[in-house]
């Protein structure tokens, strides 16, 4: 019998198989700009692989698997080609963050980004980052934080307008340290960005970037948008 948290995954699934030919039109777009280059921003003073093979799990159009040059897997054909358009030089692989197709300790990093909302078992996938890390390897998981506003208005949204966040599971800081100290990860840093709600109009942008640089480590990135964890194999 199909729980009804795999129905939620496969639902999501669908919805980007159906979205992918018109995902990357929001970065286009002055919020999708912001925000784009505003969790980049964070993420790069968080990643410390400077060389060696990387793994860039639910990879989507290959937005961050481009500038690393990582291998990209994700369970969305349709985004998968997309990025395979956009990166001809990069392996793609179509498969299951729950059930990686790679051998034990083969990435000196894996990072995912906005995937483990939509993950029914992220220990699971935890267990399989930790195995097909090498030691000493690090993990960095990006994802929408259940302390914020964008928290509420995607929420709202999925009231009025089926989109993929119907089907997501949103965290804190503390619940994704929290499974990364389970599933056996060391040496924990977090971040915090986005504070506005999503809606910025593109003049207070300037400002929303000074609030988030002084902000990414006070104890407000509790309530930020977009939340990052760090964490290492020992």
């Given at each position: ?73 994700d369970k969305s054909f349709n985004m998968l080609k997309i990025a395979y358009k956009k990166f ?85 800081i503390n619940q994704l340290k929290s499974l990364l100290l389970q599933n056996g990860f060391k ?14 109009p593109s003049y207070l942008i300037p400002i929303a970037f000074n609030i988030d640089r002084k ?20």
């Amino acid at each position: 019998m199909i729980s009804n948290k795999t129905r939620k995954q496969e639902g999501a699934v669908v919805y980007f198989e159906k979205i992918a030919p018109y995902y990357d039109n929001w970065y286009a777009t002055s919020i999708g700009n912001y925000v784009d280059m505003t969790e980049k921003k964070e993420f790069f003073s968080l990643f410390q692989t400077k060389k060696g093979l990387i793994l860039d799990l639910g990879c989507g159009t290959g937005n961050y698997t481009g500038i690393l040059n990582a291998i990209g897997l994700d369970k969305s054909f349709n985004m998968l080609k997309i990025a395979y358009k956009k990166f001809p030089n990069i392996p793609f692989v179509c498969g299951d963050a729950l059930f990686l197709p790679f051998k034990d300790e083969s990435f000196d990093s894996v990072i995912s980004i906005t995937l483990f909302e939509f993950l029914f078992s992220p220990k699971k996938a935890l267990i399989e980052i930790y195995r097909v890390l090498k030691p000493k390897g690090e993990i960095i998981i990006g994802t929408l934080n259940t302390f914020s506003l964008w928290f509420f208005f995607k929420r709202l949204k999925t009231i009025f307008k089926k989109t993929a966040y119907r089907y997501a599971r949103f965290y804190t800081i503390n619940q994704l340290k929290s499974l990364l100290l389970q599933n056996g990860f060391k040496h924990i840093s977090t971040r915090g960005v986005i504070y506005g709600p999503p809606f910025i109009p593109s003049y207070l942008i300037p400002i929303a970037f000074n609030i988030d640089r002084k902000l990414a480590k006070s104890f407000f990135r509790h309530l930020a948008a977009f939340i990052l964890v760090r964490g290492e194999k020992l």
